[in-house]
């Protein structure tokens, strides 16, 4: 008769994992396999967050998560899961355990395959499809965007300020609304996440309402060799104010030459902020892919333990990264 085992790792354990993935992923996972990236998700002091279940054969299967907080048993995104072939059903079981292994509140997966989501409903998890939101800005031509149909939607001038932040310090002189959405992101997460990634610069911005930051929303500009996009990427906040960014986009794209806005999202209301929402049958191709440009809608699919005041954005996760092929 068999036994199971399940443990978190430690660092000086890494390489077991590297191992494994090499073995079992079906190719090489660049997360894992690029040192800097691997360090900077996935090490947490003496321990690296990935869970392995094992049997008596060894690893069976390793969940890897990215933590949205500094505590313990902050909110949780899974990154890579993977299991031996033939022992799917603990790969499963160790999926089921995630959440109760690491205390996370809500529990998320950003950019999933479409054909996973019935393994996760299985779980009980609410599997879904983000939203893919963009405004363009007023151009003659179009070098990146195929456009057919040039809808921008009327928006007016916002009521409120946006204000650029020079790092975590001036965050934490007017922002701490962090407990009105979920997952809970803090200090520690805006700070690692946006003002020391190792690869791209953001830009995070403070909404102002009659003197007082209620929210902050975080933009990259991807520059390629047909010109520029603005991404927004993230928004931290209360999911019912995002409409307030109306206004600003345009002033954004004018200011630093992009030809159009995208945003990647889930429980927010885009066309509040003056986006058009892309739909199946759209006119439009608004490209994810711009390094090397590749001019096709793309679809992305998440799932999460809990809706409630849930939101999702493209930076989530280990999303929104250099392409290491």
């Given at each position: 008769?068999?036994?199971?085992?399940?443990?978190?790792?430690?660092?000086?354990?890494?390489?077991?994992?590297v191992?494994?993935?090499?073995?079992?992923?079906?190719?090489?996972?660049?997360?894992?396999n690029?040192?800097?990236?691997f360090?900077?998700y996935?090490?947490?002091?003496?321990?690296?967050?990935?869970?392995?279940?094992?049997?008596?054969?060894?690893?069976?299967?390793?969940?890897?998560?990215?933590?949205?907080?500094?505590?313990?048993?902050?909110?949780?995104?899974?990154?890579?899961?993977?299991?031996?072939?033939?022992?799917?059903?603990?790969?499963?079981?160790?999926?089921?355990?995630?959440?109760?292994l690491?205390?996370?509140?809500v529990?998320?997966?950003?950019?999933?395959?479409?054909n996973?989501?019935?393994?996760?409903t299985?779980?009980?998890?609410?599997?879904?499809?983000?939203?893919?939101?963009?405004?363009?800005?007023?151009?003659?031509?179009?070098?990146?965007?195929?456009?057919?149909?040039?809808?921008?939607p009327?928006?007016?001038?916002?009521?409120?300020?946006?204000?650029e932040?020079?790092?975590?310090?001036?965050?934490k002189?007017?922002?701490?609304?962090?407990?009105?959405?979920?997952?809970?992101?803090?200090?520690?997460?805006v700070?690692?996440?946006y003002?020391?990634?190792?690869?791209?610069?953001?830009?995070v911005?403070?909404?102002?309402?009659?003197?007082?930051?209620?929210?902050?929303?975080?933009?990259?500009?991807n520059?390629?060799?047909?010109?520029k996009?603005?991404?927004?990427?993230?928004y931290?906040?209360?999911?019912?104010?995002?409409?307030?960014?109306?206004?600003?986009i345009?002033?954004?794209?004018?200011k630093?030459?992009?030809?159009?806005?995208?945003?990647?999202c889930?429980?927010v209301d885009?066309?509040?902020?003056?986006?058009?929402?892309?739909?199946?049958?759209?006119?439009?191709?608004?490209?994810?892919y711009?390094?090397p440009l590749?001019?096709?809608n793309i679809?992305?699919?998440?799932?999460?333990?809990?809706?409630?005041?849930?939101?999702?954005?493209k930076?989530?996760g280990?999303?929104?990264?250099?392409?290491?092929?």
């Open positions: 008769m068999s036994s199971e085992t399940i443990k978190r790792l430690k660092l000086c354990e890494k390489e077991q994992i191992d494994f993935l090499n073995e079992h992923w079906g190719t090489k996972h660049p997360l894992v690029n040192e800097t990236l360090n900077y996935y090490v947490d002091g003496e321990w690296i967050n990935f869970y392995c279940l094992c049997d008596d054969d060894g690893i069976a299967a390793v969940c890897g998560y990215i933590k949205c907080g500094e505590k313990a048993d902050s909110d949780i995104w899974i990154s890579i899961w993977c299991a031996k072939k033939g022992k799917n059903g603990l790969g499963l079981a160790l999926m089921g355990k995630m959440q109760e690491t205390g996370a509140n529990m998320s997966c950003n950019n999933i395959r479409q996973t989501m019935p393994f996760y299985f779980l009980g998890y609410h599997p879904d499809g983000m939203n893919h939101y963009y405004r363009l800005r007023d151009l003659k031509e179009y070098r990146m965007a195929v456009v057919n149909s040039n809808n921008i009327e928006c007016s001038s916002s009521q409120t300020e946006l204000v932040f020079a790092d975590i310090e001036d965050v002189k007017y922002f701490d609304n962090f407990d009105s959405c979920k997952p809970e992101k803090d200090y520690w997460y700070d690692k996440r003002f020391n990634y190792p690869h791209y610069k953001y830009k911005f403070g909404i102002f309402k009659n003197d007082i930051c209620t929210s902050l929303v975080v933009f990259r500009v520059e390629s060799d047909e010109g996009v603005l991404r927004l990427v993230d931290i906040g209360n999911p019912a104010d995002f409409g307030d960014i109306c206004g600003h345009d002033g954004l794209m004018e630093y030459d992009c030809e159009f806005c995208d945003c990647y889930y429980g885009g066309e509040k902020a003056g986006f058009v929402l892309r739909t199946s049958d759209d006119e439009n191709i608004i490209p994810n711009l390094n590749w001019q096709k679809d992305y699919y998440f799932f999460t333990s809990s809706t409630e005041n849930f939101m999702m954005f930076a989530d280990d999303q929104d990264r250099i392409n290491l092929g």
